[in-house]
Nanobody
């Protein structure tokens, strides 16, 4: 069974930095795209940043230049370095991974997995 576990959330002041971490564990063959999504109160879950296996990244406009997504392909981890945090960055951050698992002697199809989320609250 695959688990994605996030860490690093908490209360920060505007202008400060915080790093989120996410570890994928289980019977994993390979992790393809990894990403961070954010959901604020009463809003949809939106993509914050994504990264492919070869390191190609994508960011939403509001975080570009402030946030950096990286990954460790050996340890199946993804990180989100968040600098110069703003009140608008407040929300629950979810880790996402598209990956394949071992199923006996076979491999699963590529499947999406989500973590339970870690909350970031940015105070003025």
């Amino acid at each position: 069974q695959v688990q994605l576990v996030e860490s690093g959330g908490g209360l920060v002041q505007a202008g400060e930095s915080r790093r989120l971490s996410c570890k994928a564990s289980g019977s994993i063959f390979g992790v393809h795209k990894m990403a961070w999504y954010r959901q604020g109160s009463g809003t949809e879950r939106d993509l914050v940043a994504s990264i492919t296996t070869d390191g190609t990244t994508q960011y939403r406009d509001s975080v570009r230049g402030r946030f950096t997504i990286t990954r460790d392909n050996i340890r199946n981890r993804v990180y989100l370095q968040m600098n110069n945090l703003k009140e608008a960055d407040t929300g629950t951050y979810y880790c996402y991974a598209n990956l394949q698992t071992y199923e006996g002697s076979r491999l699963s199809s590529q499947t999406d997995y989500w973590g339970r989320g870690t909350r970031i609250t940015v105070s003025p």
